[in-house]
Nanobody, 125 residues
Framework: QVQLVESGGGLVQPGDSLRLSCATS????????MGWFRQAPRKEREFLGN????????YYDDSVLGRFTISRDLAKNTVYLQMNGLKLEDSAVYFC??????????????????WGQGTQVTVSS
């Protein structure tokens, strides 16, 4: 089991930056992939990017490539989502997720077994 707690959301203006944190606890040594998703009202949950735990490699959806960056601090058991150049359409609830399973793309919600509660990001002028 893994517990995930997101933080760092808030109200920002277009063009601002924000860093979200995902604090992990529990059996993190078994984690294979950590993912970030978001969900806006009346929309499906959207894949943003993921981090493959053993290699540290990261992958991003084209919609955020170059603006969003995933990183981790192993000492703090925390994964981060750095978001730059925020746009109005980035407003959503942001979730981190984890899976122990392997041989996955890690780009689908169904690939993940553990989810945080989400943190709200609102971009408004």
């Amino acid at each position: 089991q893994v517990q995930l707690v997101e933080s760092g959301g808030g109200l920002v203006q277009p063009g601002d930056s924000l860093r979200l944190s995902c604090a992990t606890s529990g059996d993190t040594s078994s984690t294979s992939i950590m993912g970030w998703f978001r969900q806006a009202p009346r929309k499906e949950r959207e894949f943003l990017g993921n981090l493959w735990w053993s290699s540290g490699n990261t992958y991003y959806d084209d919609s955020v490539l170059g603006r969003f960056t995933i990183s981790r601090d192993l000492a703090k058991n925390t994964v981060y989502l750095q978001m730059n150049g925020l746009k109005l359409e980035d407003s959503a609830v942001y979730f981190c997720a984890a899976t122990f399973r392997r041989r996955l793309s890690g780009r689908r919600s169904a690939d993940y077994d553990y989810w945080g509660q989400g943190t709200q990001v609102t971009v408004s002028s």
